[in-house]
């Protein structure tokens, strides 16, 4: 490690890891949501990865030149490839570059746009699974009418499969986040399902449906049983689990819902001079609601069931969503919920084990 490594390293909880390259929008945009993240966090710093003569002008251009290093990586993880030609050619990516940071101890979190397999692939081959981890999972923070103001739901896309014991992971790794993320002490967890009647759905979640009831205690969670779509935004749960395919589905139809109202309502209030008008004295309550509703807001879904802490941001994201990236990763580190979380996923993995062997020799 070089010295200025060394340096930057220093203060480590500082840091965050930041792959510059993958994103839909390309670099500019990510070093723009840096800049607005920086702005608004004095004593945050960042590595920033990618070709060093492409990003050296965008960051002395936002004049954030003393708070960001460059390690320079000249190629890129395109969305298009696959998790296994990553894995083979993937050294010398930026991708890769940001999730070894991390893995040496110069930053806390690593952040990428970038693909999600090939990143959620580098992430498990160089910070490994934790312990008794089978599938790790990407949490996100759904907007809600919760008193923190979010739901968690998992997995957000990891992985489109999911077994019971696999939902009864994610139950448990979703109740440590929500404990060590929105200081929830004893989360409200919810299986997603088609109805909230026992007999539907399919089998592996009924199995789920009985595993996660059992583990309830020892989880220190409170499991309400199944939950439906509806139930996303709800205050009737704090956790929502299901698997990634069906997570991911939901998550961008969220965000499409989301932009539809609000570009119909934006729409609506400008088509004559009398809704104008309305629009001018409502203005206040309307950013209010539009800041509710806007999904770059909660930008940024969290790798779990790894070692260390990787944030998956949304490859379309723009500035705002980045800098939302961002500052999630920084609340992260400055908690230090890699090691809060290290901790409590060992012991639920032991859980989820001791769970899965009862219910084994219960229905033998």
């Not at 200025?4 to 670099?27: C, E, L, Q, W, Y």
């Not at 944030?311 to 908690?335: E, F, M, P, W």
Request: glycine fraction near 10%; proline fraction near 4%; hydrophobic fraction near 45%.
């Amino acid at each position: 490690m070089t010295q200025a490594k060394t340096d930057i390293a220093a203060n480590t909880a500082h840091i965050i890891s930041v792959d510059a390259m993958g994103g839909d929008k390309g670099p500019a945009t990510v070093v723009a949501g840096l800049s607005m993240f920086l702005a608004s966090q004095p004593k945050a710093r960042a590595i920033l990865h990618g070709p060093r003569a492409e990003l050296a002008p965008m960051i002395a251009k936002r004049n954030i030149s003393d708070r960001v290093e460059i390690w320079d990586a000249p190629e890129v993880v395109e969305m298009t490839d696959k998790p296994s030609y990553v894995l083979r050619n993937g050294k010398k990516t930026s991708m890769w570059s940001a999730v070894e940071a991390v893995r040496d101890g110069s930053a806390a979190v690593a952040v990428s746009c970038g693909n999600t397999g090939g990143l959620m692939a580098i992430s498990m081959l160089r910070l490994r699974k934790a312990e008794g981890v089978n599938r790790p999972a990407i949490a996100c923070l759904w907007p809600s009418r919760n008193p923190a103001g979010f739901n968690v739901m998992l997995d957000a896309g990891a992985d489109i499969r999911a077994d019971q014991d696999d939902l009864l992971t994610y139950a448990l790794m979703g109740a440590s986040y929500a404990r060590n993320g929105l200081d929830i002490k004893r989360p409200r967890i919810g299986l997603l399902n088609v109805g909230t009647e026992e007999h539907k759905g399919r089998a592996e979640l009924k199995v789920a449906h009985e595993l996660i009831a059992q583990a309830a205690d020892k989880g220190e969670y409170e499991y309400i049983g199944f939950v439906e779509g509806g139930d996303l935004p709800s205050a009737r749960v704090d956790v929502i689990v299901t698997d990634g395919f069906t997570g991911n589905v939901a998550l961008k139809t969220g965000e499409g819902t989301a932009n539809l109202i609000s570009g119909l309502l934006r729409e609506s209030l400008m088509k004559t001079p009398f809704s104008m008008l309305g629009a001018l004295f409502a203005r206040g309550s309307l950013n209010r609601f539009r800041k509710r509703i806007d999904p770059r807001r909660v930008n940024g879904g969290v790798f779990l069931g790894l070692n260390q802490t990787v944030i998956k941001s949304h490859g379309g994201a723009d500035a705002t969503g980045v800098a939302a990236a961002l500052n999630l990763a920084y609340r992260l580190a400055q908690s230090g919920f890699s090691d809060k979380l290290a901790a409590r996923v060992a012991s639920a993995a032991a859980l989820a084990q001791d769970t899965i062997q009862i219910g084994s020799n219960t229905d033998g």
